[in-house]
């Protein structure tokens, strides 16, 4: 079945790691998207990209990196810059906007 | 003002009751409508997508839409405890970058 996978389900960061979430879609999906989810502010918009090769940054970018090399992956990478990174990171792909987002599973981070 | 506004709750009711959700958002430019359901520790999942004005019913869910009002209203018939999970709006216009504007989600118990 086609989807979006999401890994690791868990990460756990010490302060002044880089960690890289891993997201992968086989749905042909040309849009990618990720998002931050922290109770009682709703889903906030990291970083999207509507082709290969190129991305845009979101709302809340600083602390936040990504590529796109390929069309079925768009991992994000948390740096030591973010100063709060603890949440829950969402990945979310479409088709064409007639189509709504399909999501990933989630990576939950917690910095130690 | 935020572009989507949605009371985030929680909202308890008993087995078969209705439940109401809603959101108001302020971009007249938004044409397409969506509602997702969110489990705990899940990503969210497409429930109800709905363009321009109306109603829209599938099985026990009806999502409607009243542009003119900037309203879009959820409604869940004969509410079963599986249905207990948070519930986000979102929304987006028919050009550009196709970025979905979220609400910040709505939890909802069904109590048996």
């Known amino acids: 079945d086609g989807g979006i996978t999401q890994s690791p389900k868990y990460l756990f960061r010490k302060e002044g790691q880089n960690v890289t979430l891993s997201c992968e879609q086989n749905?042909?999906?040309?849009?990618m998207y990720w998002y931050r989810q922290d109770p009682g502010q709703g889903l906030r918009l990291i970083y999207y990209?509507?082709?290969?090769?190129?991305?845009q940054k979101g709302d809340i970018a600083e602390g936040y990196s990504v590529s796109r090399e390929k069309k079925e992956s768009f991992p994000l990478t948390v740096t030591s810059a973010q100063k709060n990174p603890t949440a829950f990171y969402l990945c979310?792909?479409?088709?064409?906007?007639?189509?709504?987002?399909?999501f990933g599973s989630g990576t939950r981070l917690t910095v130690v | 003002q935020k572009e989507v506004e949605q009371d985030p709750g929680p909202l308890s009711v008993p087995e078969g009751a209705i439940v109401s959700l809603n959101c108001t958002y302020s971009n007249s430019a938004f044409q397409y409508f969506m509602w997702y359901r969110q489990y705990s520790r899940k990503g969210p999942e497409l429930l109800m997508y709905?363009?321009?004005?109306g109603n829209k019913e599938d099985g026990r869910f009806t999502a409607q839409v009243d542009k003119s009002s900037k309203y879009i209203s959820l409604f869940i018939r004969d509410s079963q405890p599986s249905d207990s999970a948070t519930y986000l709006c979102?929304?987006?216009?028919?050009?550009?970058?196709?970025?979905?504007?979220f609400g910040k989600g709505n939890q909802v118990v069904v109590i048996p």
């Open positions: 709905t363009y321009s004005s």
């Open positions: 749905l042909n999906h040309d849009a």
């Open positions: 979102a929304m987006t216009q028919p050009y550009g970058n196709n970025r979905l504007a």
């Open positions: 979310a792909s479409t088709r064409d906007r007639g189509y709504g987002y399909t």
């Open positions: 990209s509507q082709i290969v090769n190129d991305f």
